[in-house]
């Protein structure tokens, strides 16, 4: 793997092009948050394919959705959770086989809160998200992001405005 800023043969990333990808990551975990699935899958190129893991069944990438509609639905799938956070912890972009690819590493932790019999449980994910990205027109766009989940915790929740706490 060569550098971000350049390989052994001269060719690699640009910053704007570092810029751009950052900032498309984090509008994908901006989106899946504010439970938009159209604003998501309209981060993926048209033939974009979104890898899903299956936790607790599965750490690994498990169920292909190819295309924006299928990618559009799987994340409609988290309108069923109270609340969603995605942090994104770092993230490593490497030049793909040609001036118009990419490839990258994006760490994340995204917590998910559901409730169940009353009570809201956050179920956190540590994952890494493998992605290749494609420049079509003006911008990056994911062509494939595979979900690969290193652990998961569960333990129970608050919100401050259900404690009348301010934090």
């Known amino acids: 793997m060569g550098s971000v800023m350049g390989t052994s043969a001269g060719r690699g990333l640009s910053g704007d092009d570092c810029t751009a990808l950052r900032d498309l990551v984090n509008r994908y975990a901006a989106r899946v948050d504010d439970r938009d699935p159209v604003g998501v899958a309209e981060l993926f190129a048209h033939d974009g394919v979104l890898t899903t893991a299956a936790p607790p069944k599965s750490l ?45 590493r994006v760490a994340c932790i995204a917590h998910h809160v559901s409730e169940r019999n009353g009570e809201l449980r956050d179920v956190a994910w540590g994952l890494t998200y493998r992605d290749t990205y494609r420049r079509e027109g003006s911008g990056w766009l ?4 595979s979900a690969h ?18 934090w």
């Open 60 to 104: 690994g990438p498990t169920h292909e959705n190819h295309g924006r509609a299928a990618i559009e639905q799987a994340m409609a799938g988290l309108d069923g959770l109270v609340a969603s956070f995605h942090a994104v912890t770092g993230e490593v972009f490497d030049p793909g086989a040609d001036s118009d690819s990419a490839t990258g």
């Open 142 to 145: 994911i062509a494939t992001r």
């Open 149 to 166: 989940v290193t652990f998961v915790s569960a333990a129970p929740v608050k919100f401050a405005h259900d404690t009348g706490t301010a």
